[in-house]
């Protein structure tokens, strides 16, 4: 996803229909923000600072957002948007739940270890971006509940588990991951896949198992 | 009435007067509950000093002898609030003399009874902290810690204590936030403290096993926190 190497569209007949040169503005201006946020964060972002990054005029800015905050939100949707089809795309057909929970962990990790200044306007602006923008996130992560509740399936005992049994864990390691960020260790998400991963399957096939699975060198 | 020979110098001189200090700290006080009133009801980026004058009933003047700026007020709200929650949920966990899982319940249903109790303070410190700058965010890094050595005891009930991650207390610690802050942000902290026995199963799940943290979480309901 590096945008940000975009150069400022040609002058004059390049051919493209109006459609495609607004899209590619919009796609610009969205590029703009992650890295102008990535700089000085959300907060001290100025339009001026996406609209230079992005190459366009601010007439065009508003032309595609109301604002600030509307043109962070595309961003997050953009990338929230990636990380589902990596969390979607991992695994193979044949695996069972458990590994598919923990590829598609794996995956997530290793995108915020690859992408940290994503990871950032993810994890940590995302709460950081006022309200509006901080419900979203929760909401975001909250989608994800569907998934870890086919653990559910996994074992009878699981069904007994309480109602906010995914809440919480997703909650719990969203936290630890954005205050990794916040540390500046985005970099090393990926090393801590063994510890999310025991952590998500344990209510769900039981410490033993989950621990077999999340650590199989150990095993 | 005439004070007894010998006691007279230690009597007050006749009633109370308020002093400088105490109005200083009722300044404060009616601030920092304008303040958290008015940022968990509108964030804090909306939050004018005007705001928060006019709802304290104080002059800009009193504003400013204490406080910089609004920042400045919404970080000793967090400061004063994180005290005052670690304070209450140790305290519950001390006083409570029964094996380590009762004092986790203790702590747990302390800290669900205070937010349930101030919503408006619990939705400025867990809602609005992390968007309110990193000095603000540091306050909740800071109160995860602070929870953490009271989880800790856990591992010595565990067998595989070894393998647990360093992190997990405050990973731990993190997700009954969130889970807090979820029912805060839906406009729900009338039932964060029917969340006792469900968030005790979580918290001790991982190191006394899911039987013992069903059956404790079982007793806690019993209870009824």
Known sequence: MADGELGPLPAGRHGFTREQVAHNQRERLIAGLATAVAGKGYRAVTITDITKQARVSRRVFYENFEGKEECFLAAFEVVVGHIQELAMEAGGPSDSWPERAVASAAAVLRFFAEEPDLARLCLVESQAAGPVVAARFHETVSGVVPYLEQGRGERPEAQNLPPTTEDSTLGALVLLASRKVVAGEAEQLEEVLPDFAEFILAPYIGAEAASRIARPQAA | ?225
């Open chain 2, 1 to 225: 009435m005439r004070a007894l020979p010998g006691k007279a110098s230690r009597q007050p001189p006749g009633p109370e007067p308020v002093s400088r200090a105490a109005s200083a700290d009722d300044q404060r006080r009616r601030i920092l509950e304008a303040t958290a009133d008015l940022v968990a009801e509108q964030g804090f980026a909306e939050t004018t000093i005007e705001q928060i004058v006019r709802q304290a009933k104080v002059g800009y003047a009193t504003f400013y002898k204490h406080y910089a700026d609004k920042e400045e007020a919404f970080l000793a709200l967090l400061d004063a609030a994180l005290e005052r929650t670690a304070y209450v949920v140790e305290e519950a966990y001390d006083r409570e003399d029964g094996p380590w899982p009762d004092k986790v319940g203790a702590g747990l249903g302390a800290l669900l009874k205070i937010a349930a109790e101030h919503p408006g303070v619990a939705r400025a410190c867990l809602v609005e902290a992390p968007t309110a700058g990193p000095e603000a965010a540091a306050r909740h890094e800071a109160m995860l810690k602070r929870f953490a050595p009271l989880l800790r005891p856990g591992r010595e009930l565990n067998p595989r204590a070894d393998k647990l991650p360093a992190s997990l207390e405050e990973t731990l610690a993190g997700g009954v936030l969130w889970v807090i802050n979820q029912r805060l942000m839906a406009g729900e902290a009338a039932k964060l403290r029917a969340l006792l026995p469900e968030a005790l199963e979580f918290l001790l799940r991982p190191y006394v096993g899911e039987e013992v943290a069903a059956r404790e979480a079982g007793g806690a309901e019993a209870i009824g926190g």
